[in-house]
């Protein structure tokens, strides 16, 4: 027990973390980058939300010895890629594609090259991310908790003990 309590999720705990960001510095970018760098971003995260889903059905697929494993599996993956998907793409994605269009739309009351850079909605965007993240890491984390873990039964921080 104490072992499993130490042990370091690569995909969770580790920088690994910051490739399910890459979207967010995507759309930070949007206004200065062609639609394929942006793109190219969301592909980014969305390998890694991939590989963080194999990982957790691969880790219980190891571990699990039970008549219920190939359940106990599908529930890790579908619970892994529900809060991945929202935690590091949806909604950041979401979040700092709307203060950058937040950004635009007040730069087209400002007059001078500063007020209509597309430099400054970019900054603006990449300062933004992370004071996003831990909000929106627990927001899924209780909605999840709430919805989906409630419904289903499985709580991944209780399974294999």
């Keep these: 027990m104490a072992n499993k309590e130490r042990e370091v999720d690569l995909y969770r705990h580790t920088s690994v973390r910051y490739l399910g960001y890459a979207n967010e510095v995507g759309e930070a970018f949007r206004s200065i980058v062609p639609k394929s760098i942006v793109w190219l971003s969301y592909i980014i995260s969305s390998g890694y939300v991939l590989a963080d889903t194999l990982d957790k059905g691969w880790k219980v697929h190891q571990k699990d010895s039970s008549p219920l494993k190939n359940k106990r599996m599908l529930l890790s993956v579908s619970d ?22 937040g950004v635009r739309y007040a730069q087209t009351f400002k007059k001078g090259p500063i007020g209509k850079s597309p430099w400054v909605c970019t900054i603006i965007g990449l300062i933004s991310i992370p004071f996003i993240i831990h909000p929106i890491d627990v927001g899924v984390e209780k909605a999840m908790n709430a919805t989906y873990r409630n419904w289903t039964g499985y709580h991944p921080h209780k399974e294999l003990d």
């Design 80 to 101: 892994t890629l529900l809060w991945q998907g929202f935690a590091s793409v949806i909604i950041p994605g979401l979040t700092i594609n709307r203060i950058c269009a």
